[in-house]
């Protein structure tokens, strides 16, 4: 490694330290090579197993008992279809103005004559040149104009790819089998995502390829949740403990919480009776001594107070000192805040997490699904995805294009298979 990429994954997993266990971050700027690379190896050896943030799976259910009746869900294919295009817009909505700040948001707005916070598609961006996200749908045409597909994105990609990898190996699939899918079929990622796809390509075993990963919390195996959640609508804890090994690829600790808690969420958003409400089902799935659960029980004492999207990322920040942008505590407190502000309101959920910042085309397509789910499609303003004229653009290997119904139709016939079947096996459970 290069002084400089040393320097930076020293910082990386000094982030991580602080996060975790509230080490204090030193100044690295007089240590020479030598002394980096021995800092580094101390902080990747110091993690160590926590009884309030446990790994395994039997350990982060201990307390929790399966509860979940199979119900007839009203509307499901509906409900699907909304999940799955509220996700799909409140990402677009995010894409162009991902982690700016709000000064920044509104400057763009003013200039471009968008609401904001924003209730349609931005009428133009602040990308002036033809850079290619993901290398295929050009930056510049994620606005109102512009979009004339469901463009690409690592947040619409990964539930169309879950779901690709539950019709393959069913939902007793393994964490080999979820490294394997992706060497197949992944063929680029970010942070503990990348990390762990050049690894497995390394050929480290899927069960260890997290291990050597300073992203473990941040909020990629979160934004991964939605598949999980889709094919157990009304039943949160199937759809948390299915979810699992698909968290624990890349992520440890509140990183897999999060994936837990949102699949927990989307599972119930279809028969709640509002978002808010699931969320709170949402929360019974992962360890209540987490810090993430003590997060979210923060965010909920908010429910009945009255405070602007403004004031709740102030709050946040206040809450949450020098904690990562992209990290899945604070993103998933970003999400109950907008829903609080929203009630049952889809376009000022996504607008609410869009303009609060941080992680937001991630928080808005989270979102985006948990009211699509519990509203139905047809109570999503059709100026959200009209304009994807039933098209999909992927990265996905051999897929550059697929369409929504395509998407519909898988989950739903994992759907019928599950329930048909009347199964769920976790022999395959780490």
């Known amino acids: 490694m290069e002084i400089n990429e040393i320097i930076e994954e020293v910082k990386l997993y000094q982030q991580l330290r602080y996060e975790q266990e509230n080490k204090k971050i030193i100044d690295i700027s007089h240590l020479n090579k030598e002394e980096l690379l021995s800092l580094l190896d101390e902080l990747k050896k110091c993690e160590v197993e926590s009884k309030d943030e446990p790994n395994d799976l039997k350990s982060i259910l201990l307390n929790v008992k399966e509860n979940d009746n199979e119900i007839d869900i009203k509307n499901y294919k509906s409900r699907l279809k909304g999940a799955l295009v509220g996700r799909f817009a409140g990402c677009l909505l995010g894409v162009p103005v991902e982690g700016y700040s709000i ?28 850079r290619l996200q993901y290398g295929i749908d050009k ?11 469901c463009f690409v994105d690592d ?14 190996y069913g939902i007793n699939y393994s964490i080999n089998d979820v490294g394997n899918f992706w060497i197949k079929y992944l063929p680029c990622a970010c942070t503990a995502e990348d990390r762990a796809l050049k690894n497995l390509k390394k050929g480290i075993n ?19 949740a939605d598949a999980f959640g889709y094919i157990f609508p009304g039943e949160p804890y199937k759809a948390a403990k299915c979810c699992y090994n698909d968290a624990y690829l890349t992520h440890r600790r509140n990183g897999i919480y999060g994936e837990m808690f949102l699949a927990a969420s989307i599972a119930a958003s279809f028969n709640s009776d509002s978002v808010l409400l699931a969320l709170k089902t949402g929360m019974k799935y992962i360890p209540s001594s987490s810090r993430l659960y003590k997060a979210l029980s923060w965010a909920m004492s908010f429910e009945n107070k009255t405070f602007t999207f403004k004031e709740a990322r102030q709050m946040i920040d206040d809450h949450f000192i020098n904690m990562h942008s992209v990290h899945t505590i604070n993103n998933m407190c970003v999400i109950v805040f907008a829903t609080i502000l929203a009630k049952n309101d889809y376009d000022k959920a996504i607008s609410y997490c869009v303009a609060m910042g941080l992680d937001n085309d991630c928080t808005a397509a989270s979102i985006g699904s948990l009211y ?14 009209e304009c994807f004229n039933n098209t999909i653009h992927t990265f996905i290997n051999n897929l550059p294009s697929i369409t929504i119904d395509e998407v519909v139709n898988i989950a739903y016939k994992i759907y019928n298979s599950v329930h048909n079947n009347k199964y769920f096996d976790n022999e395959n459970m780490q």
């Open 103 to 130: 000064n920044y948001m509104e400057q763009i707005a003013k200039k471009s004559n968008t609401p904001f916070p924003p209730i349609q598609y931005w009428n133009e961006t602040d990308t002036i040149d033809d």
């Open 206 to 224: 899927p069960l260890n390829v997290a291990d050597d990963n300073p992203f473990v919390e941040w909020i990629g195996a979160a934004i991964r």
């Open 139 to 149: 930056r510049k045409d994620y606005t109102l104009s512009g979009i004339n597909a």
């Open 155 to 168: 947040d619409i990609n990964f539930t169309i790819l879950n779901l690709l990898m539950l019709d393959k």
């Open 372 to 385: 699509g789910a519990n509203l139905g499609c047809e109570k999503i303003d059709k100026k959200w995805y």
